[in-house]
């Protein structure tokens, strides 16, 4: 099992930045890959970024170049840097683990509310 806790969600003015955390509760060198999806209400949830276990790193065409992806394998920590933000990034965050089992599990955070206004 993983459990998945993320922080550093809040209210931002457009233009400004946050910075997401989701601290696993095991080595995220164990896991296949980590992955941040939000969902604004009436909206589907939907991919922002991931990272592999091999460090690659992949994001939606409407957050390239704003947000980034990394970790800190020490603290089994990925976080998700989110600058000249825009009130359509507004929604709740997702932190996501997938295993690397032969048969792979996905789990998820709570989220944590990013809020944008303009």
């Known amino acids: 099992q993983v459990q998945l806790v993320e922080s550093g969600g809040g209210l931002v003015q457009a233009g400004g930045s946050l910075r997401l955390s989701c601290a696993a509760s095991?080595?995220?060198?164990?896991?296949?890959?980590m992955a941040w999806y939000r969902q604004a209400p009436g909206k589907q949830r939907e991919l922002v970024a991931l990272?592999?276990?091999?460090?690659?790193?992949n994001y939606a065409d409407s957050v390239k170049g704003r947000f980034t992806i990394s970790s800190d394998n020490a603290k089994n920590t990925v976080y998700l840097q989110m600058n000249s933000l825009k009130p359509e990034d507004t929604a709740v965050y997702y932190c996501?683990?997938?295993?690397?089992?032969?048969?792979?599990?996905?789990?998820w955070g709570q989220g944590t509310q990013v809020t944008v206004s303009s």
């Open positions: 996501n683990a997938l295993t690397s089992e032969l048969l792979p599990r996905n789990y």
């Open positions: 095991r080595s995220i060198f164990s896991l296949n890959r």
């Open positions: 990272m592999t276990s091999g460090g690659i790193t």
